[in-house]
T-cell receptor, first 117, second 112 residues
């Protein structure tokens, strides 16, 4: 069964460093997302991406964050200057079609655990 | 933002049916109800979704009330591996309404 894959599974970084989290969405999917989950808290939406541009973003997704689809398969999340509060599990997800279309759903990867020290 | 209300936690005996309720009283006519689960902070796993008809797949059944203000996810024969947090999510139909808003979900514990 096709799946969303993420790398690395765990990364430790120093505060102020740049981090890039990578994702390979399901191959025929057109919509891509990043979510995050701080330990013990809810899963929170960060950003959605379609047709090589951001389609929607939350308040969390400030200027420190950026997303990119550098080639036909990878989808990345960059945090420019990490803060302690960026420590979280980051989930990449993808979907075939637009929200609400019958049968369409979002599939999540297993996550990248980021620890900022 | 979550638009859904779920009990915080539930227990279920192994082998019995687990019935997880969800209220979505503000749902509108074109919004789907989706269920996901999360095991030990792994990625959310899709279970099932529906609009107004009851749905069944290999994992679960989804019963949606006629007024669509509530639904119930049924795991027919719960196993220990079904212990997880279950999220009921209402999707929004829109040009850019691609995101899911996760609430706190129901923490289901399957007891041996």
């Amino acid at each position: 069964e096709p799946e969303v894959t993420q790398t690395p599974s765990h990364q430790v970084t120093q505060m102020g460093q740049e981090v890039i989290l990578r994702c390979v969405p399901i191959s025929n999917h057109l919509y891509f997302y990043w979510y995050r989950q701080i330990l013990g808290q809810k899963v929170e939406f960060l950003v959605s991406f379609y047709n090589n541009e951001i389609s929607e973003k939350s308040e969390i997704f400030d200027d420190q964050f950026s997303v990119e689809r550098p080639d036909g398969s990878n989808f990345t999340l960059k945090i420019r200057s990490t803060k302690l509060e960026d420590s979280a599990m980051y989930f990449c997800a993808s979907s075939l079609d637009l929200a609400g279309n019958s049968g369409n759903t979002i599939y999540f990867g297993e996550g990248s655990w980021l620890t900022v020290v | 933002d979550a638009k859904t209300t779920q009990p915080t936690s539930m227990d279920c005996a192994e082998g019995r049916a687990a019935n997880l309720p969800c209220n979505h009283s503000t749902i509108s006519g074109n919004e789907y109800v989706y269920w996901y689960r999360q095991i030990h902070s792994q990625g959310p796993q899709y279970i099932i979704h529906g609009l107004k008809n009851n749905e069944t797949n290999e994992m679960a059944s989804l019963i949606i009330t006629e007024d669509r203000k509530s639904s119930t996810l049924i795991l027919p024969h719960a196993t220990l591996r079904d212990t997880a947090v279950y999220y009921c999510i209402v999707r929004v139909w829109g040009d850019t309404g691609n995101q899911f808003y996760f609430g706190t979900g129901t923490s289901l514990t399957v007891i041996p």
